[in-house]
Structures are given as C-alpha cells and as structure tokens.
C-alpha cells in the first residue's frame, strides 16, 4: 500500500439506505482512487446487492482489515453479518445494527492506526439507539469512544460557507434556557479554533446571528443579557467575532460572504440557510475530535432507495472535505512540531541592558 496515500474508512450506514448507492457511484470514478485508498466498513453481499439492484458497475475487494487493504481498488472490511436482511426503505432495528457495528469496527481500526479520517454513510437517527449502542447520534458515540474528554462541533460546509448551531437538535421552546453564556463561549472557541486549525485561516472572523428576529431585540431578550456580552468578551479575547445580527437582514443582503463562518443559535436556523445555499453538495464536519470525521447533509433517504436516483455530490465533497482537512492538521503538527526556544525579554530589556553596559563603560574610563 502506497505510504502517500489516505486511508479512508468509510461506513456503510443504513443498509436499508442509500449509503451504498453514493458509495458506489462515487468510486464508480475511478479517479478517486488516485486521491485515497478507500475502506468500507460494512458487508459484502449488500454491496453485491445494492450494486445488482441499481445496475451499477463498481468493482469491489473484500479484505480483512485496512491492514490489507489494496490502494488501487474499493476495499470493503466484512463487519456485519452475511444473513442480514436487506429491505428497501424500511426502517428496523436489524439495519440499525449493521450501522452501528460499521462504525465500531472503524474505531478499533482507528485505534490501531489503521485509517486516517472517516467518512460516514447515512443512518436512521430514529432507529439507531439501543441497548447495545446506546447514542442517538453517530457523534455522541464518537465523542465518547475518541473523543478524548472533548466536546465536537458540527461545522455544515458548502465551499467557503460554513456553518455551526450554538445549540443542538431540540424543541424550538428550550433553546432560549440552553443558551447559556457558558454554552456561547464554548461554541465560539470551538468554532474560532476549527477555523484556525482545520481550515487554515489565521485570524477567522465569525457573524453570530441573533436569537429573535430585530424587532424583538429589546432591553431584556437574550440579545442583551446573554449574546452581546459574550460577543463583547469573547473579542477581547481575540477571537473576531461580530453581531448579532438579524438573520433575515444578515443573509439576505449576503453579509455572511464577509466571513470565514457563521454561528446560528440553534438547529434549524442554521440548516435553513445552509441548505438553502448548499443545494445538496453540502458536508457536516465533526470538529474538535482527533479522527477527521465528515458525512453528507441527508439522511438514510428511505424515499427513493434502490432507484438510482440518489445523487452523490454531497458524498463525494464529504470525502474531499475529510482529505483537505487532514492534509491541514498535517501542516499545522508539521509547522509546530520544532517550536523555536521562547526569549523571556523583549527588545526593551535589551536596549536597557545596553544603556547600562554603556553607562558603567563610560563610568570605567
């Protein structure tokens, strides 16, 4: 296996989705394997099936591990059961597991340094809890399996856009008591250092939309009490951010072009915009964990699997998105793995220190 390139585990997702349709169409090309050698985690024979059923092409090889994984072909990694029921577009505990053992199978991988960044399929977020995997979320389980005491970031990208939610996926009615001075903080740091460190942008400058619409901006919304004061410190602490603004105002006159991200205060807010603007080719980016982990913006798309109607943009970016990403933390250990040696005086010391050499020198003659 070429040393050069990037391993890419990718997971199969809801087998009763369309996870496998966008993996095959997407190294249907087979440019893309002279940019990574791919890895998927899942099952042979549904591929064999998803493939059949959609007339595609794609040719596959079955390895082991990503130990033995050929850097010239789509390797798949058997980590669920040959006797898994495959039925279009039903949503059922059986799929569920499949999803989630790919997505374990991966984090043994990773912890055995086996694969560099990680590309998921979509899954049933209604379906994918249970006993045995108890997260709803594919990056709560990762959080917690490497996440290493750290707290993720989910980033939506669409070229130079990007987008994250102070607060998650909740009712409407509580995300005024979520957001929290605290929550706001973490958020933009979070967001501020992703921006830095994954994206390459030195100095990011962050808009932060409002909570109410401007109008309701009044001396006892959470504009006042909670918003501005941390904008206000959060800058003299040198992270660029600005606002709030109102987000009708704000994206309509397309003032988000002038920054490098933009931090909705919850969910919906934020996807409104960014699916709106992404026009499906968009990637959500999990920040702040040490495996690079990216996925496309849809669901298990139980509407129209097995058609071949699916298309794979948002798959294909994801993929790129998780190689730019990887190639810049590269960059960043590189360029700060020999730091230079701190000085603990500046040129002020120095120029004192001369001035009474100078002195004392005049005293001796």
């Known amino acids: 296996m070429e040393d050069n390139k990037i391993i890419v585990a990718i997971t199969q997702g809801d087998i009763n989705g369309v996870g496998y349709e966008v993996i095959l169409k997407t190294f249907d090309n087979p440019m893309m394997l002279d940019l990574c050698t791919p890895m998927v985690y899942g099952s042979p024979k549904v591929a064999a099936y998803h493939r059949k059923a959609m007339d595609l092409n794609t040719n596959f090889t079955i390895v082991n591990s990503a130990a033995d994984a050929d850097s010239e072909k789509l390797n798949v990694v058997t980590c669920t059961a040959d006797e898994v029921k495959v039925d279009f577009g039903k949503a059922d505990a059986e799929a569920a597991k499949a999803a989630s053992d790919a997505l374990q199978k991966v984090v043994e991988e990773y912890h055995d340094h086996l694969v560099d960044v990680l590309v998921t399929a979509p899954v049933n ?14 990056h709560g389980y990762l959080e917690q399996a490497i996440g290493e005491g750290c707290k993720s970031l989910a980033i939506y990208v669409k070229d130079n856009f990007r987008m994250a939610s102070a607060t998650g996926n909740m009712p409407l009615r509580e995300v005024p008591a979520a957001l929290t001075p605290e929550l706001l903080k973490e958020r933009l740091e979070a967001f501020a250092a992703s921006l830095r460190t994954d994206f390459g942008i030195d100095a990011p400058r962050i808009a932060v939309l409002s909570l109410n619409p401007r109008k309701a901006d009044a001396f006892d919304s959470e504009e006042e009490y909670c918003i501005r004061p941390v904008i206000a410190e959060e800058a003299r ?15 309509g006159r397309e003032d988000y072009l002038h920054y490098d991200g933009v931090l909705a205060m919850y969910h919906d807010q934020g996807l409104a915009v960014f ?21 496309p913006i849809y669901d298990a798309k139980y509407e129209v699997v097995g058609k071949g109607m699916m298309d794979e943009a948002s798959f294909r970016q994801a993929i790129y998105l998780a190689l730019d990403i990887y190639r810049q933390r590269e960059r960043e250990r590189v360029a700060h793995a020999n730091p230079l040696r701190k000085q603990y005086y500046d040129r002020r010391d120095d120029s004192d220190k001369l001035k009474q050499m100078n002195t004392n020198t005049e005293d001796e003659l």
């Not at 977020?125 to 594919?138: E, G, I, R, V, Y």
């Not at 992270?239 to 704000?250: K, Q, R, T, W």
């Not at 603007?277 to 990637?283: A, C, I, N």
């Open 125 to 138: 977020h209604q379906t994918l809890c249970s006993d045995a995997f108890p997260f709803h979320t594919q």
């Open 237 to 251: 602490q040198g992270i660029l951010c600005f606002g709030p603004f109102a987000v009708d105002e704000f994206m």
């Open 275 to 295: 699916n709106t603007l992404s026009q499906e080719e968009g990637v959500v980016y999990t920040a702040g964990l040490p495996l690079v982990r990216t996925a």
